[in-house]
C-alpha cells in the first residue's frame, strides 16, 4: 500500500462528457502529479502541484485541469471527453517539488470512454 | 525540452538468463531514478542514484548512473518470473522529472 489513494477506480462515460478524478497524496507528501497512461505506453506526464500551487506543466490538454486544495488532495477535471481520452490516470505524491524524492503511486483510475 | 528514451521497448528472456535496459537523456540529469511497474499495477520506487558513475545494487538487480549523468542502466542477473513487469527510469532535469519510454520484461519458466 504506497498511501495514496485514488478514486473512482473504474470510470465508464461517453463521448463529451466530463469528470473528476480525485487523489489524496500520502501523509505528510505536499507534491501531487498526474500521469496518464495509455494501452501498454509510457507515463505521460500532465501536471504538478506543490501545497496548493502548479508547479510544473507536461503534455496536459486545454481540455483538462486540475487543482490541489488546502487539505493537499487535488482533482483532476477532463471536459468534452473524446474516445483517446480512454487511459490509466495515475496520481503519484511526493514530499518535496524538485523531484529529488521518491513518487509514490496511486492504483490509478480507468477511464473508459464509449 | 528534455527526452528520455529507454531501450530496449520489450525483452523477452529465458528464466536465469541476464537483462539489462539502458536509459539515455537528451540533458544532464541531477539524478535518476528507477520505478518498475508490474503487469495491472502501478509503478513502484526502486532506486535512486545521484552521482556522476555511482552503482548501487539490490540483490540481483544493479543500478548504474554514467559519468556525464546523461544514462544509465539496469541489469537484473539470473532472471526470475518475478521480475516480470515495465522498468521506467525518470531522470531530473531543471525542476522536472521526466519519465523514460519504459521497458516490458517478459520471463520465460
Known amino acids: 500500500d504506497s498511501g495514496v489513494t485514488q478514486t473512482p477506480k473504474h470510470l465508464i462515460t461517453a463521448t463529451g462528457q466530463r469528470v473528476t478524478l480525485r487523489c489524496s497524496p500520502r501523509s505528510g507528501d505536499l507534491s501531487v502529479y498526474w500521469y496518464q497512461q495509455s494501452l501498454d505506453q509510457g507515463l505521460q506526464f500532465l501536471i504538478q502541484?506543490?501545497?496548493?500551487?502548479?508547479?510544473a506543466k507536461g503534455n496536459i490538454l486545454e481540455r483538462f485541469s486540475a487543482q490541489q486544495f488546502p487539505d493537499l488532495h487535488s482533482e483532476l477535471n477532463l471536459s468534452s471527453l473524446e474516445l483517446g481520452d480512454s487511459a490509466l490516470y495515475f496520481c503519484?505524491?511526493?514530499?518535496?517539488?524538485?523531484?529529488?524524492?521518491?513518487?509514490?503511486f496511486g492504483d490509478g483510475t480507468r477511464l473508459s470512454i464509449l | 525540452g528534455q527526452q528520455v528514451m529507454q531501450i530496449p521497448q520489450y525483452q523477452h528472456v529465458q528464466e536465469g538468463e541476464d537483462f539489462t535496459t539502458y536509459c539515455n537523456s537528451s540533458?544532464?540529469?541531477?539524478?535518476i531514478q528507477w520505478y518498475k511497474q508490474r503487469p495491472g499495477g502501478h509503478p513502484v520506487f526502486l532506486i535512486q542514484?545521484?552521482?556522476?558513475?555511482e552503482v548501487k545494487k539490490q540483490k540481483r538487480l544493479t543500478f548504474q548512473f554514467g559519468e556525464a549523468k546523461k544514462n544509465s542502466s539496469l541489469h537484473i542477473t539470473a532472471t526470475q518470473t518475478t521480475d516480470v513487469g515495465t522498468y521506467f527510469c525518470a531522470g531530473r532535469g531543471y525542476q522536472k522529472v521526466t519519465f523514460g519510454t519504459g521497458t516490458k520484461l517478459q520471463v520465460i519458466p
Open positions: 503519484a505524491s511526493s514530499q518535496g517539488w524538485g523531484g529529488n524524492q521518491p513518487q509514490h
Open positions: 540533458t544532464t540529469l541531477s539524478n
Open positions: 542514484l545521484v552521482k556522476s558513475g
Open positions: 502541484y506543490y501545497n496548493g500551487e502548479e508547479r
